[in-house]
């Protein structure tokens, strides 16, 4: 998976600079570094980007960034191109991608998307495994102990105390009747 996030974080960053650049052509301020983007939160020290994946509901890290606003970048790339018309991105407009080519942007993305549902669906996996692993360790050990329990219980049809061998020489029982 380090290969295809690398790409991912790569078209992420370029995406940034090219969007900063276009913004310091056009003479227009820079994006606010603290403005509260969605899917963005820091991240010891750093800034998160994080999505929801609308197959499973479950977030699919986008990757740590320098700024704020690369990690709002990152979101919205991811966001354009799996959630489609309904993302809500940070910015209104779509950041620039590498010499034009959205169909290699998308690519990135789906391959990122794509290699994080493998990585997802191996640990289910091995979770799964493990616990049936458990659960069949549990049920043995509760056999055993079963089988031990039945091998010292008494009879079914015993009283108390008859699985006792009879006393022999008590002089405690010389003077009564036994029948």
């Not at 969007?19 to 939160?41: D, T």
């Not at 942007?105 to 549902?117: K, L, P, Q, S, T």
């Not at 031990?148 to 015993?158: I, L």
């Amino acid at each position: 998976m380090d290969g295809v996030q690398r790409d991912f974080c790569q078209l992420v960053r370029w995406a940034a600079a090219a969007a900063r650049a276009e913004r310091e052509a056009a003479g227009l301020p820079p994006h606010p570094e603290n403005a509260g983007y969605r899917g963005v939160r820091r991240h010891y020290g750093k800034w998160g980007a994080e999505i929801r994946d609308p197959l499973d509901s479950e977030r699919a890290w986008l990757g740590t960034y320098a700024t704020a606003v690369e990690a709002a970048y990152a979101y919205d790339i991811a966001a354009r191109v799996v959630q489609g018309n309904k993302a809500r991105p940070n910015f209104p407009m779509a950041p620039p991608v590498p010499g034009d080519d959205e169909d290699a942007a998308d690519d990135i993305v789906h391959a990122y998307f794509a290699e994080v549902r493998h990585a997802r669906l191996s640990r289910a996996e091995r979770r799964a495994q493990a616990a049936a692993e458990a659960a069949a360790a549990r049920e043995a050990a509760e056999a055993a102990a079963a089988r031990a329990a039945a091998a010292s219980a008494p009879s079914p049809g015993a009283t108390e105390g008859e699985h006792l061998p009879p006393r022999t020489g008590d002089a405690s029982n010389a003077g009564t009747d036994h029948e």
